[in-house]
Each structure stands twice: as C-alpha cells, then as structure tokens.
C-alpha cells in the first residue's frame, strides 16, 4: 500500500506518517519495520528515526519488546491464540 502525496496537502502540511491510525496498522497490523515504513512505505520521503520518534509520541511501540515477542505478537493476532505461554512451555 503506497501514500498518496495528495494528503500532505489535505492535513495542512502534515505528511501520512503523522497519523497514528497509519503508523499503527503500518506498524503494529502489518508488521513493517520502522526502515521499511520510512523508505520503503513512504519512499524516504520521511527518515525511520522520525518514525521511531512518532511511534514513541503514540505510544505505539513496546519498548521492552523483542524482536521476537513483537513477531510472535503477530502471529498470535492473525491465528487468533496465545503463543507465548506455548513458546515458554517449549524452551523448559
């Protein structure tokens, strides 16, 4: 799902990326990194450490999360079950 420029003008200069319901799905729903969302979602129009900054501001990123905490996060979100007390049970 690519930007459209068009909404830059629309929010008074704001780009796409300062919507948290944006950085949120982007982030949070589909998973993206924080470099993919800025240079590959949004074409480097907007640097990742501006979008980790936003994150932060909107309380939408764990700053105590894992890389794979947050992974498991989503596959938990998608399949609809709890796999962290399954991934603990495993690693025993």
Same mark, same amino acid.
């Given at each position: 799902?690519?930007?459209?420029?068009s909404?830059?003008?629309?929010?008074?200069g704001?780009?796409?990326?300062?919507?948290?319901?944006?950085?949120?799905?982007?982030?949070?729903g589909?998973g993206?990194?924080?470099r993919?969302?800025?240079?590959?979602?949004f074409?480097?129009?907007?640097?990742?450490?501006?979008?980790? %900054?936003? @994150?932060?501001?909107f309380?939408?990123? #764990? =700053?105590n999360?894992?890389? !794979?905490?947050?992974?498991? %996060?989503l @596959?938990?979100?998608e399949?609809?079950v #709890? =796999?962290?007390?399954?991934h !603990?049970?495993?690693?025993?």
């Amino acid at each position: 799902m690519a930007y459209n420029q068009s909404l830059m003008s629309q929010n008074r200069g704001l780009g796409p990326w300062d919507d948290p319901n944006i950085l949120d799905e982007l982030y949070n729903g589909e998973g993206l990194s924080i470099r993919q969302i800025a240079y590959e979602h949004f074409n480097g129009d907007v640097s990742h450490e501006h979008i980790r %900054r936003l @994150l932060h501001k909107f309380e939408l990123i #764990d =700053l105590n999360a894992s890389p !794979q905490q947050r992974h498991l %996060r989503l @596959l938990e979100a998608e399949a609809n079950v #709890d =796999l962290t007390r399954r991934h !603990q049970n495993v690693n025993r």
